[in-house]
């Protein structure tokens, strides 16, 4: 902008002031053609835009010429720099001449204080936005285009008002809040999150009655108008109010998700009365309870914790967890205590980097992390107490419900669980689960034919369940009909129901197998042979070599037939009863080569996919393989983007484990190395150093057996890797040893050139650089003879890095310039935050402080992109420490603030030098 002084201002009517003089601004039209320029200042506008946004669907024929007149005015009248490219017209406006610029800047302040924990300084932030503010946005002129830009932004502004009603909340304002909200909430009668937070500030200023009255009045309105419930924030503030949880409660409204890990309950679950009585008993001891329901396979474990658990839920506001403990998996592979925390501490949204290795540390945080909270937490299909204990929280607000076919003795003599026995079903309940299933009707149809049913089943709750599916699919089937089936197939399948000959669970699921289609009965009996504890539908497919749609019919019919359960959308499990009566029907009815063809087709599917995602996670890999071709009928997953890529692996992890641990057992060496190598990655990301150290010695032993060099110099590298995450540094210098042996055999100087990286990485966090500095040296040389462009430009920074850290400023900036052009002009975004964080440390020691904050700065916005909240905050520590020394004092706090709430939020130690440098700077932490 040519003219100093210029000030404009759109948050209300348009003014532009000059040193405070206000400016004429000319005719209407000219008015409109500013406020359209301003409205997107500092961006080229296209003529036709422009034309659009003033005139809308009718321009005058003279439009083109109108617009060229109005930019000549405004140029004169203001003396701005309004400039005309081929991309359009421009309006310059410097930082602090327009207030819709400094409002957007103040919410920024306003938003990262409240997402470090600070929201008094959050709502400050948020008041001062607010205060820019004089009316709708360039009220008085109307334009189509600015009429739907004018109601963009009150929606913003409506935003950012929610956003400080929440903070002034959380900071204690709440009183001072109620009228504000209750005047808000009356002009927005729709808009949930006033109420919400309306419901909020009055409980916590002891009006829970009236709270609840607001939550009555929205929920009818909503119904009456809308014709829809509450959303979840809402009802949830419903749910702690009415349990004294909403008062005391500093969570925002709506923050954070609430773990709610229950499966669907049974829609037929009958009797057990005497049980859900025992059950409802420990709802009302304060000292915390835990539960221990023990009976045979089958007996209905699991759906009397669930269907209970799904009745008293609204009683445990803080969430409910589940997990399938798999302690009488066929496999003979119970799920270990460590996995199942690290699967609650995903549910509660740990960051991996916070989740620690140690199991007695895991499960410390665990209990930390549910110390006063009440939650509800099921542990189904336990092996044993020792299983169990683990998992225990020590928090008196929580409930533990325990499934088992063990008594779990143990758990009751030496932890207090209050035992709950369950039983076969008296007839009375089995005939009533009958009835709920196919139809009184057909009860009293025939009625001979319901005794024999329930005798053949022996009240087992399971076989009950599947022979009325069997029979509804059926309609057309006399009762009779099946009875004799029952009657007819009796003898095959061992009996898991404590030592009862009278349970014949084979007899009853060769009646559901028999309905099958041939298409479903032979998916049905592959799905023994995949051993995860779930299947996606596109897995499926690959292991039965059949289409998508083919392969979701068929799983559709044998979920009908309850001969798998849909456990989450898309993800099918099979009871492990089930499971052995399939693999029996396998080994009788299928030759060796099928069932082996149907195995390699289901770990080139999980194999292939995992690449694939891989790629998407990090497409310059340190050490790329080349997979043979999927066999034919394997139908990969295709992940769209770095965010579904990474879901999948989320999602499927416990899935890959096993596949590696199937294909070592059965001696599918190239499968196992393989898939452990596609499988590291995710696993480093996501903080699982001891399973990635698991499965890469699987690999080695794989990799040992083939006689395979090119697979043990990946395995010792990814298991070497693993170590240097662990500190394990003997062993990795001893697998690193191993990857130079074997890379030199193979005359493979990329190889080569990754172990010299991973071997200077492992002496970086031994703080032996000089060291460090030579094997990078000779990586570099090697990247650059092969042409290898990303190992080039890493290994520039890491010399730059080494340089830095041996006080050699000068030569550091000139590596790390180079690797930054080099990591330009390939597109390898994945490193250029590494890159930047190394430049930005550089210029702050030569004393360039300025050019550092733009490193910095630049390093965050990558670092944030891909998710890696660590070096987020440790590079925020130096931007404010760039700050800090530049004289920004308020600057450094800020970020410092913002890298104290990540380090906070990971359990990280790095914390406390953030909090060494707030105290002696004078900011105090607060």
């Known amino acids: 902008m040519d003219e100093p002084g210029l000030r404009f201002a759109i948050l209300g009517p348009l003014r532009v002031s000059r040193r405070g003089t206000p400016v004429r601004l000319g005719p209407v039209q000219q008015r409109v053609v500013l406020a359209v320029l301003l409205l997107r200042a500092n961006r080229p506008v296209a003529r036709q835009s422009l034309i659009d946004a003033v005139w809308g669907e009718e321009p005058p024929a003279y439009a083109v010429n109108l617009v060229q007149r109005h930019a000549s005015g405004l140029r004169r009248a203001l003396g701005v720099r309004l400039t005309w490219t081929d991309a359009g017209y421009t309006l310059t406006v410097p930082p602090g001449c327009l207030d819709l610029a400094e409002f957007e800047a103040a919410l920024g302040r306003a938003r990262a204080a409240r997402d470090g924990d600070d929201p008094a300084t959050a709502a400050g932030a948020f008041r001062a936005a607010a205060a820019l503010w004089r009316g709708p946005v360039c009220a008085g002129l109307s334009s189509p285009w600015l009429d739907a830009e004018r109601d963009r932004l009150a929606e913003v502004r409506l935003d950012a008002d929610e956003d400080r009603l929440d903070a002034e909340i959380s900071a204690g304002e709440h009183a001072g809040s109620i009228l504000e909200l209750r005047r808000l909430a009356a002009r927005h009668p729709l808009r949930e999150r006033l109420t919400t937070l309306l419901m909020l500030a009055l409980s916590r200023s002891g009006r829970q009655a009236d709270a609840l009255a607001v939550f009555t009045a929205a929920r009818t309105r909503l119904r009456d108008e809308l014709g829809v419930d509450p959303g979840e924030p809402m009802r949830l503030m419903h749910r702690r109010i009415l349990t004294g949880a909403g008062a005391g409660d500093t969570t925002p409204a709506g923050a954070g998700p609430v773990a709610a890990q229950l499966p669907r309950p049974v829609r037929e679950f009958v009797g057990r009365s005497g049980e859900l009585g ?4 420990l709802l009302d001891d304060d000292r915390g309870c835990l539960a221990a329901i023990s009976g045979t396979a089958g007996v209905g474990k699991t759906t009397l914790a669930v269907t209970w658990a799904h009745r008293v839920r609204h009683r445990f506001p803080d969430g409910q967890l589940y997990v399938n403990l798999h302690g009488f998996d066929p496999t003979g592979r119970a ?5 199942a925390i690290r699967g609650f501490l995903d549910a509660l949204a740990v960051p991996p980097d916070r989740i620690p290795t140690d199991p007695e540390a895991l499960s410390a945080l ?17 092996r044993d107490a020792a299983q169990v204990r683990p998992l225990l929280p020590g928090s008196p607000g929580c409930l533990v419900v325990v499934t088992s076919r063990d008594r779990l003795l143990g758990l009751v003599a030496g ?14 309940t089995a005939r009533q689960l009958l009835g709920r299933r196919l139809g009184d009707g057909s009860l009293r149809a025939e009625p001979s034919a319901i005794d024999e049913i329930i005798a053949g089943c022996a009240g087992l709750p399971l076989a009950l369940t599947v022979v009325a599916a069997r029979a509804a699919m059926s309609p057309a089937l006399p009762l009779s009909a099946v009875a004799g089936e029952l009657r007819e197939a009796r003898g095959n399948l061992d009996v898991f129901d404590g030592g009862d000959p009278a349970t014949d669970v084979r007899a009853v699921f060769a009646c559901s197998y028999e309905a099958l289609s041939s298409g479903a009965a032979c998916l049905f009996r592959l799905l023994s042979v995949h051993a995860g504890p779930d299947v996606s539908s596109r897995a499926a497919a690959s292991l039965a070599a059949e289409s998508p749609a083919a392969a979701r019919a068929g799983l559709a019919e044998l979920t009908r037939a309850n001969l798998v359960t849909e456990r989450a959308p898309g993800r099918f499990t099979m009871h492990d009863l089930l499971r052995a009566y399939a693999r029996e029907l396998t080994g009788r009815l299928d030759s060796p080569r099928f069932r082996q063809d149907a195995l390699v087709r289901v770990l080139d599917h999980y194999l292939h996919s995992a690449d694939r995602a891989g790629t998407l996670l990090l497409p310059h890999r340190d050490d790329p393989v080349t997979l043979p071709p999927p066999s034919p009928g394997v139908r990969p997953e295709q992940p769209d983007g770095h965010e579904a890529a990474g879901r999948w692996f989320t999602v499927e992890e416990p899935v890959l484990l096993a ?10 060496d190239r499968h196992t190395w393989q898939l452990a190598w596609a499988l590291a990655h995710p696993l480093f990301r996501r903080g699982h150093w001891q399973d990635a150290a698991a499965i890469g010695q699987a690999a080695l032993d794989a990799a040992r057996r083939l006689g395979d060099p090119r697979g043990l110099a990946v395995s010792h590298g990814g298991v070497a890797y693993a170590c240097i995450r662990l500190e394990r540094y003997h062993d990795a210098y001893l697998h690193l040893h191993e990857v130079f042996e074997l890379y030199r055999g193979l005359d493979d100087p990329i190889g080569m050139a990754h172990a010299h990286r991973s071997t200077a990485w492992a002496l970086d966090r031994q703080d032996r650089f000089r060291e460090a500095l030579t094997h990078v040296h000779r990586a ?14 890493r290994c520039l920074n890491a010399i730059g890095w080494f340089h830095y850290r041996l006080a050699d400023p000068e030569k550091a900036l000139d590596h790390c310039r180079r690797a930054l052009d080099l990591q330009e002009k390939i597109g390898d975004r994945f490193d250029m935050g590494d890159t930047l964080d190394s430049l930005g440390r550089i210029l702050h020691r030569l004393g360039r402080l300025g050019e550092a904050a733009d490193c910095f700065r630049q390093a965050i916005d990558l670092y944030r992109e891909l998710g890696d909240s660590y070096n987020t905050a ?44 707030m105290r002696e700077s004078n900011h105090p932490i607060d």
């Open 659 to 668: 596949a590696v641990r199937q294909a070592s057992r059965e001696g599918h």
């Open 335 to 339: 799920t270990e205590p460590a996995k």
């Open 278 to 281: 025992c059950l409802d008993s």
């Open 415 to 428: 932890d207090g669980a209050y035992p709950v026995p369950l039983d076969l079903l008296p007839e009375s």
């Open 366 to 382: 665990y209990r930390s992390l549910l110390a006063d909270r009440r939650m509800l937490v099921l542990l189904d299909n336990a």
């Open 874 to 917: 440790d590079t925020s520590v130096s931007l404010g420490d760039s700050r800090h020394a530049a004289g920004d004092l308020d600057g450094a706090r800020e970020k410092w603030r913002t890298a104290l709430a990540i380090f906070e939020r990971l359990g990280h130690p790095d914390a406390d030098g953030v909090r060494a440098r």
């Open 780 to 793: 570099l040389h090697l990247f650059r003879q092969a042409g290898h462009s990303t190992g080039e430009a």
